[in-house]
């Protein structure tokens, strides 16, 4: 479960390193020598692209959560009847 979550969140990593490395691609060449882009530009830029497979990313993460509440639960109450 540990290494399934791990690989998500690398997954989700590269897919956001990539994102903002394709907004960096549309400045042009000279732009970060005299004023840097602010936040706001980059967020804008980032908003305006589609990003399925951020969101489903996202959904097996919140999936995986999900299911590692419910095993916690499951187990702790199966220990406090009694069994193993």
Do not use: C
């Amino acid at each position: 479960m540990i290494a399934g979550v791990s690989l998500l969140f690398l997954a989700l990593f590269i897919m956001i390193v990539i994102d903002l490395n394709r907004v960096i691609r549309t400045l042009p060449g000279d732009v970060f020598e005299k004023n840097p882009p602010s936040f706001s530009f980059i967020a804008e830029t980032l908003s305006r692209q589609s990003h399925p497979g951020l969101y489903l990313f996202l959904l097996l993460l919140g999936l995986v959560w999900a299911y590692s509440i419910w095993d916690a639960y499951t187990v702790a109450r199966k220990n406090e009847m009694g069994g193993s």
